[in-house]
């Protein structure tokens, strides 16, 4: 029998390999036992065929060397196939760009670990815990997830995660490299360990006009006190016509986001410790009175995001509450609705703001933003700490941050310098506001975050999010002038009341 026939069965063989290897969109280990299965397969019909062959004669009683070699070849990746460790990597980052840089670092690893096979599969962040269920439910786990943090505490409820495996990654990459508030935020009130570790993250901020605050001798807009002093003080300086833009669209979620910033630097939850509903506590009511009346100063309402970035762009207000991935457009300015861009008021606008990311109210201190986190699951493979490891280590942690630098801020303190050099943007802020962003997750906190909710809660938690009721009170206190603070936070009493006994009866 000639080699030609032979080799078609070889690449066939390779074929299905590399489909097996390739197939990442949640296929569970076991296909290392088809790709098994398919090479035994080939092996005994190579070792037929030779035993053929040597029957047929002297003249082929020797086995072709070629032949002989395939076979060995067979032989060797079966071995491979069956010593090596599959570790299952899900993940959030799910752009065709990002998945290929994941990719790429799992390559890395396989090179230097070749027992061991990393299949990255990008998942969708709203379908994770649906992801998950499916896959407890298959005995399925991956080893490792990325998601953002309020996943982190039900997993944990759940028994899901492997929070010995989570203490034993943080400690071998450097417990006390992490961030502080990070490592806060992952740890399981239950037990005080951490759940997950943390990966990477956006703060949101006050960013102002430091140049004016400057000529005008104003403290930066940290406190309750300071913000509102400059948003009346500003207007009429530098052509500046209003003092901040404010959520106040009934109908987005801006007004939202930076409410809850303000609510909880003044000590307002929607629970107390014992689940009973608190929208209606002084304190909320301080924190409605306080963000309302702002809009005396504020750009003339109902206004969200892209009203208050323009505004800001334009030279028009001196303030705005914006994430840090505003950061390339305070440089190049921002895309329009109508797909034309914005110019800047000033070329140098970055370099002319400042960035403060911690409020300070009456009763306590709080940045608002976002914290990832890598899960790595129950029954993982001890392999997966490793892995994690190599994703946050060095070049390779870089690599990750890179791929949106304004919203991927490092957790780990070590990360932060070259972070800074990441993007060419950076260059337009001086470096206390990078170091001022790195530190933003000192103080992050959120509704969501917060970890003695349980699952019912953090549901109506979304529920007033997805429902736009802050949204609502504020438009109508701010902009129709129908709601009281006082009244606004009884109406949000009454709504959120309900929600909790329409969750309670699914």
């Known amino acids: ?44 019909e190579l070792q037929s065929q030779l035993q053929e062959a040597a029957t047929q004669g002297a003249e082929a009683a020797a086995p072709d060397p070629e032949l002989q070699a395939q076979l060995e070849e067979l032989q060797s990746q079966l071995n491979s196939v069956q010593n090596r460790t599959v570790v299952e990597f899900w993940t959030t980052d799910n752009e065709e760009e990002r998945v290929t840089r994941y990719e790429e670092i799992a390559k890395k690893y396989m090179e230097l670990h070749p027992e061991v096979e990393i299949r990255i599969v990008p998942i969708e962040e709203a379908g994770i815990s649906q992801r998950i269920s499916t896959a407890v439910a298959a ?36 417990e006390d490299d992490f961030r502080a508030g990070p490592l806060e935020m992952v740890t399981d009130p239950a037990n005080g360990k951490y759940a997950a570790i943390p990966f990477d993250g956006w703060i949101q901020a006050l960013w102002y006009r430091e140049d004016v605050f400057t000529e005008l001798g104003l403290t930066a807009p940290i406190t309750w006190d300071d913000i509102d002093t400059a948003c009346k003080a500003l207007p009429g300086n ?39 509903v608190t929208m209606n506590t002084p304190e909320m009511v301080a924190a409605l009175e ?29 303030m705005m509450f914006y994430s840090t991935y505003i950061m390339d457009d305070l440089v190049d300015g921002s895309g329009m609705e109508d797909g034309s861009m914005v110019q800047l008021a000033y070329a140098d606008l970055a370099a002319r703001t400042g960035f403060a990311p ?44 890179a791929l949106a630098p304004f919203g991927k801020v490092p957790v780990l303190a070590s990360a932060v310098d070259e972070w800074k050099s990441s993007s ?29 909710y349980d699952a019912t809660q953090r549901a109506v938690i979304g529920d007033i999010e997805g429902r736009l009721l802050i949204p609502q009170v504020i438009s109508n206190i701010a902009i129709e002038g129908t709601m009281t603070p006082a009244q606004g936070a009884e109406w949000l009493q009454e709504q959120v009341e309900l929600l909790v006994t329409e969750r309670s009866q699914e």
């Not at 109210?361 to 608002?368: D, H, I, R």
């Open 1 to 44: 029998m000639s080699v030609k026939k032979i080799r078609p069965i070889i690449f066939g063989v390779l074929v299905i390999a590399s489909m097996l290897i390739a197939s990442c969109g949640g296929a569970p280990q076991t296909a290392a036992d088809d790709q098994v299965a398919q090479l035994q397969s080939q092996i005994e």
């Open 139 to 174: 005995n399925r786990l991956p080893d490792i997830i990325r998601m953002g943090i309020e996943r982190v505490a039900a997993f944990a409820a759940d028994g899901i995660l492997d929070e010995d495996a989570v203490v034993s990654t943080i400690q071998a990459i450097g």
């Open 238 to 276: 530098d052509d500046l016509l209003y003092g901040i833009g404010l959520g106040t669209d009934p109908g987005q979620n801006y007004g939202h986001q930076v409410f809850e910033q303000v609510a909880i630097s003044n000590n307002a939850w929607p629970f107390d410790a014992e689940g009973n």
């Open 290 to 318: 306080f963000y309302t009346g702002l809009q005396e100063c504020a750009l003339p309402g109902p206004q969200y995001w892209r009203g208050a970035r323009e505004a800001y762009e334009y030279g028009q207000s001196g």
């Open 358 to 401: 911690s409020m300070e109210g009456p009763n306590g201190a709080a940045t608002y933003g976002q914290l990832v986190a890598l899960g790595i699951m129950k029954d993982a493979n001890p392999v997966a700490q490793d892995v994690v490891k190599f994703f946050m280590t060095g070049e390779n942690y870089q690599d990750v941050l």
């Open 424 to 452: 060419d943007y950076f260059g337009n802020y001086p470096p206390e506001t990078l170091e001022a962003i790195a530190a933003g997750y000192d103080t992050m906190q959120r509704w969501l975050f917060r970890p003695e």
